[in-house]
């Protein structure tokens, strides 16, 4: 095990100054999760922290840590996730690799000790107990559903994928060496304590995971304890190590991570391609050859500041589109968030009430799992991606897609219809455009205000949007 930077229960002046200021207004703020909504969510998760203030102060900038010593929110957190949780979803049949990873750090490295094949309960308690091996559990949301309810709450508020990962523990142990990694990352401890060391990132902002040496880290920044019921946030790149400590027999937490890949460059990788083909159609400029021989030349001086002017041309035209067509990233968030937890007593989703006729007030539901996109592959169409709900029967809606979340698999992918109606979701003539951003941006709007020509298109948008349970009739 690496070698502490000092005494356990020493932090930062900065941390320490935050950790007062949470304790006192700690008294109150609310005990446990709001799910009333994606906003409410994230703002029981930080609470006492504003998130006006999280956002301006700490977000992608410095770690937050939240000490509550709050008797009611500890058990909350407990019950997400405990080792003793483990026996249970062992007998479901997890995997090595897959679903569990056995490991230790060993003189700074990671020591992977998984067996081969499905895991035994017995055996991973023995490691647990014998080797002080930290249990890496993939993804839990897959098999909690408090966890399922507060990842697909927080995908909703941030509109990227939200993974997670539980660790656990024994006395006396470190899991994982100093690395950094390439996500926002959100501590909750469930169960004992965890001794926690943060240092200076070394790539700000970082896109990738790195493990970093001892001797390269130097001293820590920030050193503490974190307890049940505490909270540590902290942006990618930052480096950080945690241990259990001898009088504690095992520590419990989740890590909750979000924004990998979501950066302003992913956004013009994947936005530019679809920019330059509409600009193209109607800017000659964009239509001429490239010079003879260009991509046989060492030395393209030349050539940059004609790539210059065009990329200025695009600048301009910019700033007057009013939509940027999204290739991948919106695909990928639709075809891999959660679906909705309504439950699993719930009946299947079917169109109900009454039809939507052109004197009908209606409502859009499930308002922040509906995507509306247009995309670069299909010209002059647009499209709203449905919640994956609609099309769940079954003993617990969305199961395939829960199973599956964060997990790299193709499993909702087997066929290409199915791809394709994943993907799509329903698509209309790109003029239905205003009357879709009309629907999903009021809380209720007339039929026969949509922002369409004639009755009859704003009948068949509605008709539509209901027959897929997306709008509902006041």
């Not at 995971?209 to 930052?238: A, M, Q, W």
């Not at 079917?350 to 509906?370: E, M, N, V």
């Amino acid at each position: 095990m690496p070698k502490r930077g000092g005494k356990h229960a020493e932090m930062g002046r900065e941390m320490r100054a935050e950790c007062k200021r949470a304790k006192v207004e700690a008294a109150c703020s609310p005990s446990v999760m709001s799910f009333e909504s994606p906003d409410s969510l994230f703002g029981t998760l930080i609470s006492p922290i504003k998130q006006e203030v999280f956002f301006r102060e700490y977000w992608e900038q410095k770690p937050l840590l939240v000490q509550r010593n709050d008797p009611l929110l500890a058990a909350y957190y407990q019950s997400l996730f405990q080792l003793s949780d483990l026996k249970e979803l062992c007998s479901q049949g997890l995997y090595y690799g897959r679903d569990i990873n056995i490991c230790r750090c060993v003189n700074g490295k990671k020591k992977v000790l998984n067996k081969e094949g499905k895991v035994n309960y017995m055996q991973l308690k023995k490691d647990f107990d014998q080797k002080k091996a930290t249990i890496q559990f993939h993804q839990p949301q897959r098999f909690k559903e408090e966890l399922w309810k507060i990842q697909e709450k927080l995908e909703c508020y941030f509109g990227s994928l939200v993974g997670s990962n539980v660790y656990i523990t024994p006395r006396g142990s470190q899991g994982l060496p100093p690395h950094y990694d390439d996500v926002e990352v959100f501590i909750l401890q469930l169960e004992g304590e965890k001794h926690w060391r943060l240092y200076k990132p070394t790539v700000h902002l970082a896109r990738e995971y790195n493990v970093e040496s001892e001797d390269r880290i130097g001293n820590p920044t920030h050193e503490f304890i974190l307890k049940p019921g505490d909270l540590l946030y902290f942006p990618r790149g930052t480096i950080h190590q945690a241990d259990t400590p001898l009088g504690v027999s095992y520590s419990t937490h989740v890590t909750i991570s979000t924004y990998q890949n979501n950066s302003w460059g992913d956004f013009l990788l994947d936005t530019i391609p679809g920019l330059v083909f509409d600009t193209a159609k109607e800017d000659v400029e964009l239509r001429t050859s490239v010079p003879r021989q260009l991509l046989m030349q060492v030395d393209i001086a030349d050539s940059t500041k004609n790539l210059s002017s065009l990329l200025r041309r695009l600048a301009d035209r910019l700033e007057n589109t009013r939509e940027l067509r999204s290739s991948d990233m919106k695909k990928d968030f639709i075809m891999n968030r959660l679906p909705p937890c309504l439950g699993c007593d719930s009946a299947p989703l079917t169109p109900g009430g009454k039809l939507p006729k052109i004197d009908s007030k209606i409502r859009l539901q499930f308002r922040d799992h509906a995507v509306i996109t247009v995309e670069p592959d299909h010209e002059n169409s647009v499209s709203i991606m449905k919640p994956p709900l609609v099309s769940w029967v079954g003993e617990c809606r969305g199961s395939a897609r829960r199973e599956s979340h964060m997990m790299g698999t193709d499993e909702d992918t087997a066929s290409e219809e199915g791809t394709a109606q994943q993907i799509h979701g329903l698509r209309f003539p790109l003029s239905y455009l205003d009357a879709l951003k009309q629907i999903w941006s009021s809380s209720t709007v007339h039929v026969k205000e949509l922002n369409l020509i004639s009755d009859a298109e704003k009948e068949n948008l509605a008709l539509s949007l209901w027959t897929e349970c997306l709008i509902e009739v006041i």
